[in-house]
C-alpha cells in the first residue's frame, strides 16, 4: 500500500494556547490518534480519560492513557472532537512517528485511497 | 397546564443541558461498538439543531445501558458521540466524566453553537436514585434544561425529575412535545373502531395499561409470551411455553373485564411451535387450540399461528385507529417472525391511524421496511403504555409551567 502521512493539528480544548502540529503515519492498524508519551507536556495539562490495553505487533500487551478532551484536524476533512493515545515509543532514525488511527480516521470521515496514496473523505455515516 | 416548550426560552449564548435517549440498539464490529439502529439520536435532531442555529451551547445528557450505577467501559457513551458528530457535521465534544471539574472545563471553553456530550448518566448511582445531590450537579453545568427523552419520562430520575428543581427553566425538547401531541391527543378520542395489539411478554405489568385500554378500545388483540397465561386462564395446555402461572387467575379477571365491557377481547386461535427458541429448531403450526389441542408438551408458541394471523388482519382492516405495542413472537429469530411481519403488514395497508408505541414493534416495523407507512413511532414504549393508563410522566410534570 505505501505510507501515507499528512499533517495534523491537535490542540487541548481546554487551553487552546497548547497545540502540536505534525506529521502523522496513517495506520488503519491503530486504535486512534497515537503520540508519544515524552510529548504529553506540549498539550499541556490534558485529563486522563481512561487506561487501556494495547497488544502490540510482538505479542506484547502494554496499558497506556488516553487522554482529551482535544480537536483534531487533518487538513481537508471535518475537525473533530476526540482524544489521545500515549504510548511509549523509541525514535526511529531520530524522530518519533505519530499515527492517526482508525477511530480518528472515521471520525474524520477520512478513508486510504490505496491507489492514490492519499486520505479520501467518506460522505456516508456507518450504520449497519 | 402546559409545560414550557423549547421555544419559548431565550438560549442565546446560555448553557442548555438538554435530557436526551440516547439508550440505542449497537454491536461491536470490528473491534468498534457500532450503532444498528440510530432513531433515537435522528429523533433528537431537531432540538439540537435548534439550539445550534440559535446560539446555545448544547451539553446533552443521556443514559447507555444498565451499567448499575458503576463505570462499564462497554456502556460508554464515546461511540455514540463520535457517531452524532457525522450527522450534525460539528464535533461533539465528549465528557468522560458526567459532573465535575472535566465537564465544567469543557463547558466553559464551549463558543456558542458547540455541543458537548456527558458520559453515560447511570455510571453515576445517583441518576437512577434520583439523589438531590447528584441533580445539582448537573444543574450546575447549565442555565436552563430541556428534557427531549421520552423515552425515560416514566422514570423519575436525577437526569428527569430531580434537575427541575435546580435550574430557573426547564421545557420540553420536540421530540418530547411531538409524542405528547400524537399519544395524547391521538388516543385521547381515538377514531373507531380503536382496535389495540398488545404483544408485551407479562401480564403483570401491564394490567393498568389493559384495565385503561378497556374503557376506549372496541378490540384488543393479544399476542406475545402474555397470550400463553391467558391462554392457560381458558385452559388451553401451554406446553413448555413462558407463563406467568400465579397470574392465570388475574388473567381470568381480565377477560370477564372485557366481557362485561363490551370488548372483543382476542387471543390467538393457533400458533407455532418450536422445541427450542433458536433459529433451527423444530417447529409448525397448531391445530386450532383448545382445552382438548393445546401446544405439545414440552415445545413452546413462539409466534401467532396463521388462523390468527388471519383473524387479526381482518380485525385491522376494520380499524380506523390501530395502536400496537410488542410483537407477536420471538421475532428476532426469523423464523419466528412471520406473525409479527403480517401485523405490520396490515397495518400498513390499513388505511387506519396507526401508533407504534415503542420497544420491539418499532423495530419489527423497521426491519419489515413499513415505518414510512405507519402515522406515528413512538421512540418510548414504557412511556407510552404509562401515559395510555392514564399515569402523569414524572419527566413531563417536573417541567416548567406556561405563564
Known sequence: MGRIVTPVKIENLLDPSKKIEIDALVDTGAYMMTLPAVWRDRLGNLPSSRKIELHLANEETVEDEVCGPVYIQIPGFHRIASEVLFVEMKPANGEYEPLIGYITLEQSQAAVDMVGHRLAHVHHVDLK | MAKLSLRDLDVREKRVLMRVDFNVPTEMRGGKIRVTDDTRIRESLPSINYLREHGAKTILMSHFGRPKGKRV????????????????????????DTIGDV????????????????????????????????????????DLYVNDAFGTAHRAHASTVGITKFVPKSAMGFLMEKELKHLKEGLEKPAKPFVVL???????????????????????????????????????????????????????????????????????IDVVEAEEIRAGADMRNTSRLSPQHGITDGWQAVDIGAATIALYQEEIAKAETILWNGPMGVFEIPEFGEGTIAIAEAMA?????????????????????????????????????????GKELPGVAALSDKA
Open chain 2, 73 to 96: 467501559e462497554k456502556y460508554s457513551l464515546r461511540p455514540i458521540g463520535e457517531y452524532l458528530h457525522s450527522l450534525i457535521h460539528h464535533p461533539v465534544i465528549f465528557s468522560h
Open chain 2, 103 to 142: 465537564p465544567k472545563k469543557i463547558i466553559d471553553h464551549m463558543e456558542s453553537g458547540d455541543v458537548a456530550l456527558l458520559e453515560n448518566l447511570r455510571f453515576q448511582p445517583g441518576e437512577e436514585a434520583n439523589d438531590p445531590e447528584f441533580a445539582k450537579a448537573l444543574a450546575e453545568l447549565g
Open chain 2, 198 to 268: 398488545l404483544g408485551v411478554a407479562k401480564v403483570s405489568d401491564k394490567i393498568g395499561v389493559l384495565k385503561a385500554l378497556m374503557e376506549k378500545a372496541d378490540t384488543i388483540l393479544i399476542g406475545g409470551a402474555m397470550a400463553n397465561t391467558f391462554l392457560k386462564a381458558q385452559g388451553i395446555p401451554v406446553g413448555a411455553s413462558r407463563v406467568e402461572s400465579d397470574k392465570v387467575d388475574l388473567a381470568r379477571e381480565l377477560l370477564d373485564l372485557a366481557k362485561n365491557k363490551d370488548v372483543k377481547f382476542l387471543l390467538p
Open chain 2, 349 to 389: 395497508q390499513s388505511g387506519a391511524t396507526t401508533i407504534i408505541g415503542g420497544g420491539d414493534s418499532v423495530t419489527a416495523v423497521k426491519q419489515a421496511g413499513l415505518a414510512d407507512k405507519m402515522t406515528f413511532i413512538s421512540t418510548g414504549g414504557g412511556a407510552s403504555l404509562e401515559m395510555l393508563e
